[in-house]
């Protein structure tokens, strides 16, 4: 089965554009599909000749791979035509194939018809809504509620760490991350997120990185291979989801969403949800900065304070208690209460959160 895999995806390699070719020809000649539904499976099927193509070096098409194809791609495939694109698919691919003197033949074309019938089970899945769909649905849109009260609330991008820590708390992820963009240098950057100078080591060019070149909403059960061996080290990535920040043509960067290592799934429901995240993001970040920005309402006493702003010059126990006059059991004491406020860990995050949710600067 590895051979004929192999011979499969070299076929689609070598003759990339012939299939290309052969695929527009059919398209073009299909009489009752509108001009933008002829778009789009235009555009389907060329990323599915690409990302077959792309699979010779790993020499067969995996089955993870091929379902963060789909996912990715779900929005292109218009339901009602989906039968065109398997249709077009084949015929393209027998044409090419006919022309070849090819041993494997029939066992080529019979993993060519898998494939695609893998595709549309895939797409199926991905699209189906659970049975407590009314339930899920009211869920969702009281979070997307709470997230536009934190919006109106807030101004500018001062306020964006306090932001990302409300919406981890709403969507009930453990992780958030903001990644900007810079349209004139094509590049992203990690900007803000719990373990800041890990995410600040987060930059490149765009065309470099499949998740952020698609600059469209994307789960990923597992993010091998389309995230950067470094990144999933170093935050512990299992399933992550992007999300791109837009207003009115305008990418502003991308969100990012994790459960700090542990896997998750995500609906394609849960996704377009969080889509509407990013464009009430992108609408914020576009509109004029007003006044002062909001701060976190979280009530702190000054010894409170004082600690706070200590452990962020990264003084010791010992030391805080000679300049505040206090014993290192109540530093600790205040610390530990500190812990509980702020929903930390330990004295790391406590440093962190405090940055984020703009109680120190």
């Not at 060519?112 to 991905?126: C, G, Q």
Request: proline share 3%; hydrophobic share 40%.
């Amino acid at each position: 089965m590895k051979k004929i895999e192999f011979q499969y995806v070299l076929l689609y390699k070598i003759h990339r554009d012939n299939i290309l070719n052969e695929s527009m020809i059919l398209l073009e000649n299909i009489e009752d599909v509108d001009l933008s539904h002829k778009q789009d499976l235009r555009q389907l099927v060329v990323a599915f000749v690409n990302f077959v193509a792309k699979q010779v070096t790993r020499k067969e098409i995996e089955e993870q791979s091929l379902n963060h194809w789909v996912q990715m791609h779900s929005n292109d495939m218009p339901f009602s035509k989906s039968h065109i694109f398997i249709e077009v698919m084949n015929e393209s691919f027998m044409n090419v194939l006919n022309r070849e003197n090819q041993p494997y033949q029939e066992d080529i074309l019979v993993l060519h018809k898998n494939v695609l019938h893998r595709v549309i089970s895939y797409y199926l899945k991905w699209m189906e809504h659970p049975p407590e769909i009314l339930e899920i649905k009211q869920k969702y849109m009281q979070q997307l509620d709470d997230f536009s009260k934190i919006l109106i609330e807030n101004n500018g991008t001062e306020d964006l760490p306090y932001i990302l820590a409300r919406v981890e708390e709403i969507f009930e992820f453990k992780r958030c991350v903001f990644v900007s963009y810079n349209p004139w240098l094509k590049e992203f950057s990690g900007v803000i997120g719990e373990e800041l100078s890990k995410v600040q080591l987060l930059r490149g060019k765009i065309e470099s990185e499949p998740v952020f070149a698609l600059k469209r909403p994307l789960f990923l059960k597992k993010p091998e291979p389309y995230v950067q061996q470094v990144a999933i080290e170093m935050f512990e990535l299992s399933s992550i989801i992007f999300i791109p920040i837009v207003h009115d043509h305008q990418l502003y960067g991308w969100l990012t969403f994790d459960q700090r290592g542990e896997a998750f799934d995500c609906t394609k429901l849960q996704l377009d949800l969080l889509e509407k995240v990013g464009n009430r993001l992108g609408m914020y970040l576009s509109r004029r900065q007003m006044g002062k920005a909001y701060r976190y309402s979280l009530e702190l006493s000054d010894k409170e304070l004082a600690i706070l702003h200590l452990l962020t010059e990264g003084s010791s126990n010992k030391e805080m208690a000679e300049l505040l006059f206090l014993s290192e059991f109540t530093i600790r004491d205040y610390i530990q209460k500190l812990m509980i406020k702020l929903r930390a860990k330990n004295r790391t995050q406590i440093v962190s959160m405090a940055f984020r949710m703009g109680l120190v600067d």
